[in-house]
């Protein structure tokens, strides 16, 4: 129940920066709510990859670099949802950035709720 209002969040995240960025949009509810899936999913299967990865020059960056790998999964995200698109990787950048604040801010009102 808590990863379903978790992806219920996300994608309310996602429709609220879709109508805030112009370089983003998103073509309804359901479309934000497959993009919430996706996200989690690639969060959870190619995000551990590319850190592994790309270990070397997140380290000589001082993790700055995690803020790139989160705009090409963002920008993946893109590529495999037809109704979600980000014009480049600097509206996928400042997406990545806003959404995990605004997540951040829904999850703590779903923590402060118990």
Avoid: C, H
């Amino acid at each position: 129940m808590k990863t379903i209002l978790r992806i219920l969040l996300t994608a309310v995240a996602v429709v609220i920066l879709a109508y805030v960025l112009p370089g983003v949009a998103v073509d309804g509810y359901l479309s934000a709510v497959i993009v919430a899936v996706v996200l989690a999913l690639l969060r959870l299967l190619v995000k551990p990859i590319l850190v592994v990865l790309t270990l070397p020059i997140t380290i000589v960056t001082l993790g700055l670099f995690l803020l790139i790998i989160n705009a090409v999964i963002i920008l993946m995200a893109d590529y495999f949802i037809d109704g979600f698109a980000v014009k480049n990787i600097w509206w996928a950048l400042i997406f990545s950035l806003l959404l995990s604040f605004l997540q951040s801010i829904l999850f703590s009102l779903l923590k402060k709720e118990k």
